[in-house]
T-cell receptor, first 112, second 112 residues
């Protein structure tokens, strides 16, 4: 099975940088995803890592270390609209099936 | 516009009254999935489908049924709803390989 851990809450200041960590244990890793979810809305895709290293996408970057079962999402130049929940998710490919497990999410509050 | 459409958005029902939540996607995606989201428990996968007529259980399938007779539709069926199925439900789809998932707007279900 899969087990995903991420901090429950984080607070940061507008304009700053914040790093949200995610650790996972999985029996058949097939990619790690980060989603953003504003309150009352659907999750939206942010970033995807399947190989070790850093993926950069504008103000957002995501890092993966498969050997350590570790990822982080880095948000730069924080804006008030970045206040949301950030979900770490792992895809597990066993046989021909594809199963997704999400962490409980990290609620980020950006303060002026 | 590419989208995943769920209906209804809100539903209040009573214990034991069968209901169906519909999900439709217009992106010709092979992979579709249903999740429930509860406070403190994050997104949990109920069922997923890798293609037409291919479905499999997620982490919390008890009390739910699904079918995938056509590629675009993946309805979630609650044969005999119970109060513990009160939750926010999301349908999602993704292309070949089941990578980035696109979520519907959600269905908020209350079972009295």
């Amino acid at each position: 099975g899969q087990n995903i851990d991420q901090p429950t809450e984080m607070t940061a200041t507008e304009g700053a940088i914040v790093q949200i960590n995610c650790t996972y244990q999985t029996s058949g890793f097939n990619g790690l995803f980060w989603y953003q979810q504003h309150a009352g809305e659907a999750p939206t895709f942010l970033s995807y890592n399947v190989l070790d290293g850093l993926e950069e996408k504008g103000r957002f970057s995501s890092f993966l270390s498969r050997s350590k079962g570790y990822s982080y999402l880095l948000l730069k130049e924080l804006q008030m609209k970045d206040s949301a929940s950030y979900l770490c998710a792992v895809r597990d490919l066993r046989g021909n099936a594809g199963k997704s497990t999400f962490g409980d999410g990290t609620t980020l509050t950006v303060k002026p | 516009e590419a989208q995943v459409t769920q209906n209804p958005r809100y539903l209040i029902t009573v214990t034991g009254k069968k209901l169906t939540v519909t999900c439709s996607q217009n992106m010709n995606h092979e992979y579709m999935s249903w999740y429930r989201q509860d406070p403190g428990l994050g997104l949990r996968q109920i069922y997923y489908s890798m293609n037409v007529e291919v479905t499999d259980k997620g982490d919390v399938p008890e009390g739910y049924k699904v079918s995938r007779k056509e590629k675009r539709n993946f309805p979630l069926i609650l044969e005999s709803p119970s109060p513990n199925q009160t939750s926010l439900y999301f349908c999602a789809s993704s292309g070949s390989g089941g990578n980035i998932q696109y979520f519907g707007a959600g269905t908020r279900l209350s079972v009295l």
